[in-house]
């Protein structure tokens, strides 16, 4: 071969290289966000959060790209919720009775499946929660077996922030519970054990560890799934207790806990219990504690996004930022102006926090006022990614479109039901949840013996003026679509 050809070769394929390379490029990084139980009005970005709320990463977010101020999720509890996420789809199409535990059946495809195939490294750190098959990692609902190729976490509800060692486990009664969880984390298909560190350090740590040592020449998925501001939310570093004010309580330990509430002497159930309530924590107390864990959650926020920047990554990465519920009374979380929490189909407990960073493609420090579902979250980043959906049955929307005001959500959760469809929500929820104290925050949902109440939620997102007997038609026509829904999808797969 000459010397012309060997040029023209090595040219050919230097050439051929660099249009692999900016292939590649093209798929952008993603880095989605979850945290757990956040309240609505304690999401800064809206502008309109309530006092002491100290979250400046979070609002950094907002400045950088779009928040969603009407965001609802698929269910009012994590298990459920997550499913909707992780699938895009209502997960009651599955999930007959609409219950606490859908699972994730072996024909419905998750995100994380679709990234891994179109040539994703993808890896979730912290909370795996789909309702059932809790601690195992031989079953479809463990992150390796949908589509995750590395998981560090727990398979629960909730575990213990400080407690996550060998040792711990060792000598407690009852290590594994659903939300009683404590010890080593699980990892890939093994576990890995802490003598030292606070959770949601732990869970920081080890998403800027990937992000340094992620191989830069392919795109990443990377699930930062929060545990925080969930139970126990007293279980926070003594410098943000300081700040706020409240006394830092002593942990779990099997002697602590001798014979309370007739529960078996030692059992770190109990101690849960005891500190998952209001009672042993009054409610003017939670809400400092709340406030304290919130902020350190923000703080590890912002070092994973400083560690973003530091490899060179922020300019290539779409952020998404969700919560996986509304905000639970009994942390002290504040969900004004909205009715309930956590746990009802009020729009306190299903609408949101949400937003959406990628730069040169999302508008910056924009708020997005239409009704969106956390289902679209999906769709968005698959037609992100260039990825054709083989799935036609997704629920989910692609949020880089324009908002389709006329759309209809459907909520099914066990007895309760709802549907929202342009300014309109109609709902057969009559449900008040917290009889014992609540926070001074919660406001408690206006109930009466109707049956089903109508609200115009564009004028009144608190939902304190049932409109049923105004307008019977719309109630009719609501009441038709969300039966026709039911009729044709729920329970189907």
């Avoid at 984390?185 to 802490?194: A, F, I, R, T």
């Avoid at 989910?396 to 324009?402: D, I, R, T, Y």
Wanted: hydrophobic content about 35%; overall charge positive.
């Amino acid at each position: 071969m000459n010397k012309f050809l060997i040029t023209l070769v090595l040219s050919t394929l230097f050439i051929s290289c660099q249009k692999d390379k900016n292939s590649r490029k093209k798929k952008p990084n993603i880095l989605l966000i979850m945290v757990d139980d956040q309240g609505y009005a304690d999401f800064t970005p809206f502008g309109k959060s309530s006092a002491n709320v100290s979250t400046p990463n979070i609002t950094r977010l907002g400045k950088e790209g779009t928040v969603f101020s009407q965001a609802y999720v698929t269910a009012p509890v994590c298990s459920p919720s997550r499913a909707g996420i992780l699938t895009g789809k209502n997960q009651f199409r599955w999930d007959k009775p609409a219950s606490w535990g859908p699972g994730l059946p072996d024909n419905v495809k998750t995100i994380a499946e679709y990234l891994k195939e179109a040539g994703y490294n993808t890896a979730k750190i912290g909370k795996n929660d789909l309702g059932r098959k809790f601690h195992r990692n031989d079953v479809r609902e463990y992150p390796l077996n949908h589509g995750f190729d590395e998981f560090l976490g727990f398979s629960a509800h909730a575990h213990d922030y400080w407690l996550n060692s060998q040792e711990i486990k060792d000598i407690t009664p009852d290590p594994y519970g659903t939300s009683a969880l404590l010890g080593p984390l699980m990892h890939n298909k093994g576990e890995k054990s802490y003598k030292e560190g606070y959770l949601t350090d732990i869970f920081s740590n080890e998403a800027i560890s990937y992000l340094k040592d992620v191989d830069k020449e392919k795109p990443f998925f990377l699930m930062l799934s929060y545990s925080a501001v969930h139970h126990l939310i007293h279980e926070v570093p003594k410098k943000y207790l300081d700040k706020y004010g409240v006394k830092e309580i002593p942990n779990y330990h099997p002697d602590s806990l001798v014979g309370f509430r007739k529960r078996k002497a030692g059992t770190y159930a109990a101690y849960y219990d005891k500190y998952s309530r209001v009672g042993d924590l009054k409610s003017d107390q939670l809400r400092k504690y709340y406030l304290a864990n919130l902020n350190c959650l923000d703080d590890n926020i912002g070092r994973v996004l400083d560690a973003l920047s530091e490899e060179n990554l922020q300019e290539d990465t779409i952020i998404v930022f969700v919560s996986d519920n509304g905000g639970s009374p009994l942390t002290g979380a504040n969900n004004a102006p909205l009715t309930g929490g956590k746990y009802s189909l009020w729009e306190g407990g299903i609408r949101v926090p949400l937003a959406l960073v990628w730069k040169g493609k999302v508008e910056p420090n924009t708020i997005q006022k239409e009704y969106v579902s956390a289902t679209d979250i999906f769709p968005t980043l698959a037609a992100a990614a260039n990825i054709k959906l083989t799935d036609v049955n997704l629920d989910g929307k692609n949020l880089l479109s324009k908002p389709n005001n006329s759309r209809a959500l459907v909520w099914k959760w066990q007895k309760n039901w709802a549907i929202r469809k342009g300014d309109w929500k109609l709902t057969n929820a009559k449900e008040n949840h917290w009889k014992s104290e609540p926070t001074a925050y919660y406001i408690a949902p206006i109930v009466n013996n109707k049956e089903l109440k109508l609200f115009n939620i564009s004028k009144d997102a608190g939902e304190r003026v049932n409109l049923a007997d105004k307008h019977p038609e719309i109630v009719k026509e609501l009441e038709a679509e969300y039966t026709n829904w039911y009729k044709n999808n729920y329970g189907k797969y």
